[in-house]
């Protein structure tokens, strides 16, 4: 039989909102964006994780825990003692790597994790499989110990978008591994932005209350192939191109800066982007493009476009007037052609950076206008490949795709 799990909370242990809490994202969740702290019902004969008002949840979703045979903790819980409802069994811990088997014939294993918590992966009779994390938490190490993904994964996967990697890079999610984003805190944006930055991910979230089945088709949110991030200086760009790729393991992050040999404020930055991203991607420093689109791998982080193209021109002698009209404008119309068709024809998932110009001030000099006129061409001929094009604007994401 199929594996029913009910949420009857999906939020932070401190619940959302948060209780005297004045923020803006505490001050909107309301209704279906309301959330209890996070509590798994499986089959209504095992209790993951015990929190306040588990009846009351419990009785608002349709459920009851009269049938609850064991009730298993996840993380370290602080605050006052939750309260154990009439009829239920006390709550404890499995040990790392020790299995029970419950009267209801499920098969818990308790997976160890890097953080202080108890991961727990629930067997069904016919094979499907469950893996929960508590918040904060990801498993310990990278292990061959999944033959086969997990059907679903509910995890922190805002909190802890690494965890999410570890498991696509040891094989345990997949394609089809349906995953659920749980302890949910009042540090993620609210309502569509929330929707739209967990399907880059290729999870989704659901109101408490939700009954899932494990194992059953779900329409899991398709990672795109191709993104296009663009905006003005500093509007979050960088930022928000990392986050649609920081839960993907052995990401290629293409840096087209190069290096400016004395420039103290160039290398800082250039050190900030580079310690912000997960220790599992590589840089690669390279305007060479077309052959990392053409080729195999992981998924590709360019930053950035405009970049590209300054070198671009470089190479063609853009910048000298009489060189243009000779030759540079077709050199440099070839090179932003084989650019775009390579990004068509990639199978490789690629996340690209560019700025928007344009908007404001009109260059002084022809060549400033002759980078602001190539860049703006560059940005909508890349945009019409890509399946997700994100306009960044005072660090929010607009999709415009």
């Known amino acids: 039989m199929t594996v029913e799990l009910t ?14 809490c004045p923020c803006a994202v505490c001050a909107t969740a309301r209704g279906d964006r309301a959330r209890a702290a996070t509590a798994l019902l499986v089959d209504g004969a095992l209790l993951l994780d015990l929190t306040p008002g588990a009846a009351l949840a419990a009785a608002r979703a349709g459920r009851s825990l009269v049938g609850v045979r064991q009730v298993l903790l996840s993380h370290p819980h602080s605050g006052p003692a939750v309260e154990l409802p009439a009829g239920l069994p006390a709550a404890g811990r499995v040990p790392d790597g020790q299995e029970l088997t419950l009267i209801s014939g499920h098969r818990v294993r308790a997976v160890a994790l890097d953080s202080p918590g108890t991961g727990y992966e629930v067997a069904s009779l016919d094979g499907e499989r469950l893996l929960y994390l508590p918040p904060g938490g990801a498993p310990a190490g990278v292990t061959d110990g999944d033959p086969l993904p997990y059907d679903m994964v509910v995890a922190d996967v805002l909190g802890r978008p690494d965890g999410l990697a570890k498991l696509r890079a040891r094989g345990a999610v997949g394609p089809t591994t349906d995953v659920i984003a749980v302890h949910i805190d009042h540090d993620a944006l609210p309502g569509p932005e929330l929707d739209r930055r967990l399907a880059a991910s290729g999870a989704r979230t659901v109101p408490d209350g939700t009954t899932l089945y494990v194992g059953e088709y779900q329409d899991v949110p398709d990672v795109p192939r191709r993104t296009l991030v663009t905006g003005g200086a500093r509007s979050g760009k960088s930022l928000e191109a ?4 920081e839960a993907f393991p052995d990401v ?5 800066s190069g290096t400016r040999g004395g420039d103290a404020e160039w290398a800082e930055r250039i050190t900030v982007h580079r310690e912000r991203r997960p220790g599992s991607w590589r840089t690669l420093e390279t305007c060479d493009l077309v052959p990392l689109l053409a080729g195999s791998g992981p998924p590709l982080l360019i930053d950035c476009l405009s970049l590209w193209l300054t070198d671009a021109m470089d190479q063609v002698g853009a910048w000298d007037d ?26 490789r998932t690629v996340v690209a950076v560019t700025n ?28 019409a490949e890509c399946e997700h094009v994100v306009l960044m604007v005072a660090g929010q994401a607009l999709p415009l795709r």
């Open 7 to 20: 949420l009857l909370g999906t939020g932070a242990p401190a619940g959302l909102p948060r209780p005297d």
């Open 356 to 383: 928007e110009v344009g908007s404001g001030v009109v260059p002084a000099t022809a060549s400033g206008r002759r980078f602001r006129d190539e860049l703006g061409r560059l940005n909508a001929s890349f945009a």
């Open 252 to 256: 290629v992050y293409v840096a087209t």
């Open 242 to 245: 990392e986050r649609r790729l």
């Open 322 to 347: 009489e060189r243009w009209e000779t030759s540079g404008r077709t050199a440099l119309r070839r090179r932003t052609a084989a650019l775009v068709e390579a990004l068509r024809a990639t199978r």
